[in-house]
């Protein structure tokens, strides 16, 4: 079992930057094979990818609304996950989660549906 804690968000002006952490937890964590990744949810939208990055730290993949503006990184020593949003835009207000998928090959997906590990989810507000 993986538990998951978010924590960072809260409201901003347009063009700042927030940093939100996960931290990772279970006793099934400990082996290392997994995807990290961040999705977010907006009133009245579906849920949508955001980023995601191996375990390992090798490979991080965006979704083009945030490339450029978002890092997601990890911190192997603290089993936490961040993800800095720099460039903040009124559209990237939402709830935003924490997911975890236990993935032997370490193969990187962008569908929520993979995931089996979520966090209970941090706002993150920005005005314009």
């Known amino acids: 079992q993986v538990q998951l804690v978010e924590s960072g968000g809260g409201l901003v002006q347009a063009g700042g930057s927030l940093r939100l952490s996960c931290a990772a937890s279970?006793?099934?964590?400990?082996?290392?094979?997994?995807?990290m990744a961040w999705f977010r949810q907006a009133p009245g939208k579906e849920r949508e990818f955001v980023a995601a990055?191996?375990?390992?730290?090798?490979?991080?993949y965006y979704a083009d609304s945030v490339k450029g503006r978002f890092t997601i990184s990890r911190d192997n020593a603290e089993n936490t996950v961040y993800l800095q949003m720099n460039s903040l835009k009124p559209e990237d207000t939402a709830v935003y989660y924490c997911?975890?998928?236990?993935?032997?090959?370490?193969?990187?997906?962008?569908?929520?549906?993979?995931?089996?590990?979520w966090g209970q989810g941090t706002q993150v507000t920005v005005s314009s």
């Open positions: 279970g006793r099934t964590f400990g082996s290392g094979r997994f995807v």
């Open positions: 997911a975890a998928d236990r993935n032997p090959r370490l193969l990187i997906h962008t569908s929520g549906l993979l995931y089996e590990y």
């Open positions: 990055i191996r375990w390992s730290g090798d490979s991080t």
